[in-house]
């Protein structure tokens, strides 16, 4: 089968990620999003290793650098995100604009 | 005959993926929308099954579905924000579609493009074991390696100091309400 399954299938779940990011009001909802792109980045290293590399070891590798940093990220971002729920009382990103300029 | 198979396989995640993945952008509950990106993560897994990298399946069913997802469904414990039906959006919906319309037409007409004419076939017939990446993060990408491990050291001091409640300034704890 060819590799462009995987790759349209990944850049779908990026597209859907990004509409998320853009259109979603929760903090939380965003976070999800990106995870969504996160995991299609994922699709397409392993599905690259897979395809065009001897011993498709070095993709997965990244794969799982990429998870890692992804665990983190989510647990900063929820860290953020239960501040500012308790400074707030609100997980709403469209009210999060007192330092934009 | 075994390529059949493996397309159909890849044909039935991929629609499960899809399903889940715009379910979990646009329903209008966020534990739902955590479940839904357990489906779609668990048919990520499948897919690494597919191109024989099973340790980095097993790794994205342990790591994301097991801890990240349950990491999600604490935290919207913890803010008791409106988890019920509600509206989540913002009013850039039509905009954020354009945008991500465009951005799925280009990126996979690109794709789809720049490997049209090889006919690529899996470079491997059996799976990468887990002593191969054992071996190759250990050598090769042994740098990378200790820089994430320093990385989730420094996110989880992080997250602690950020989501604690006792932490006022200059030693005086703010009340606990």
Known sequence: MPISYFLVLSSLLFAFGVYGVLARANAVMVLLSIELMLN????NLVAF???FTADGVGGQVFALFVIAVAAAEVGIGLAIVILLFRNRQ???VDDMSYMKW | MAETWQEIVFSIIALVMALAGVRVVTTRNVVHAALYLVATLMGAAALYIMLFAEFVAWVQ??????AIVVLML???MLTRAPIGTGDFDNDQ???????AAALFGVTSWIMVHAFAGQNVEFAREVGTTSRDIGREVFTKYVLPF???SVLLLAAL????????RDLGIQGTPEETS
Do not use: C, K, M, P
Request: aromatic fraction near 8%; charged fraction near 10%; glycine fraction near 8%.
């Open chain 1, 49 to 51: 290793s897979a395809f």
């Open chain 2, 146 to 148: 200790e820089v994430v």
């Open chain 1, 40 to 43: 299609a980045v994922n699709i």
């Open chain 2, 61 to 66: 069913v342990l790591v994301y579905v097991g």
């Open chain 1, 90 to 92: 609100t997980v709403d």
């Open chain 2, 74 to 76: 604490f935290g919207l």
């Open chain 2, 93 to 99: 919906r039509l905009i954020a579609a354009l945008v």
């Open chain 2, 157 to 164: 001091v992080g997250a602690i100091v950020i989501a604690r």
